[in-house]
């Protein structure tokens, strides 16, 4: 008879434990989805008829909770409403239309990417060789004659760009002008390089 009683009272304390973490009798499950590289806002998920802004923390990997509990064994059905300002983020879809429970509900993923756009200008009296400029961990070299550069890797929206002259050409000197700022939605091709001799 004490078994009995035993066994009652922690059958009653795992399903207490149970519905703690969102999977008690009812079947109701706790929504999280993962989201990885969201550096923008405006992100906006929905599942149902519930709606989830979501806002960047900064970290590379985030997660997010739906407030309202799901149904065990209905469909996953996270969407995209909203894309975040100059970013594209997209469910990978492995985790599309899952049936939940406890593991699945945890399992939807997102992946966000942000824009990024060319990063240049123009040259004025460049007649020598060996001028190199430099942004970040990024060269370009412009050859002798040349009356524009583009660096070839693009710049996120919202980083930050710095050019400079890592090295000048022979005989010359280069400045540079509009050289630093924070990458618009768009291209920079303002930045203005004047060569003149040493």
């Known amino acids: 008879m004490k078994s009995m009683y035993v066994r009652a009272s922690v059958s009653a304390l795992c399903a207490a434990l149970l519905a703690g ?11 999280q989805v993962t989201i990885n590289s969201l550096t923008k806002q405006g992100l906006v998920l929905t599942s149902g008829s519930q709606e989830l ?3 960047p923390t900064g970290a590379g990997t985030m997660y997010a909770t739906f407030p309202n509990l799901i149904e065990e064994d209905s469909t996953i059905d996270v969407k995209i409403k909203t894309q975040p300002t100059a970013a594209e983020c997209r469910i990978d879809p492995k985790t599309v239309g899952l049936k939940a429970n406890y593991y ?19 040259i004025v009296g460049l007649t020598g060789e060996g001028l190199i400029l430099n942004n970040g961990d990024q060269q370009v070299k412009p050859a002798a004659g040349s009356v524009e550069f583009k660096f070839a890797n693009n710049v996120a929206d919202g980083a ?8 000048q050409p022979a005989g010359q000197v280069c400045t540079v002008a509009n050289n630093a700022g924070t990458m618009p939605s768009g291209p920079v091709t303002n930045i203005a390089v004047t060569c003149t001799k040493a």
Do not use: F, H
């Open 21 to 31: 973490c969102g999977g008690g009798d009812d079947g109701s499950l706790v929504l």
């Open 53 to 55: 802004p979501v806002s």
């Open 104 to 122: 699945t509900a945890r399992q939807v993923v997102i992946n966000c990417t942000t824009n990024s756009y060319t990063l240049g200008g123009t």
């Open 160 to 167: 930050n760009y710095g050019v400079t002259v890592l090295y």
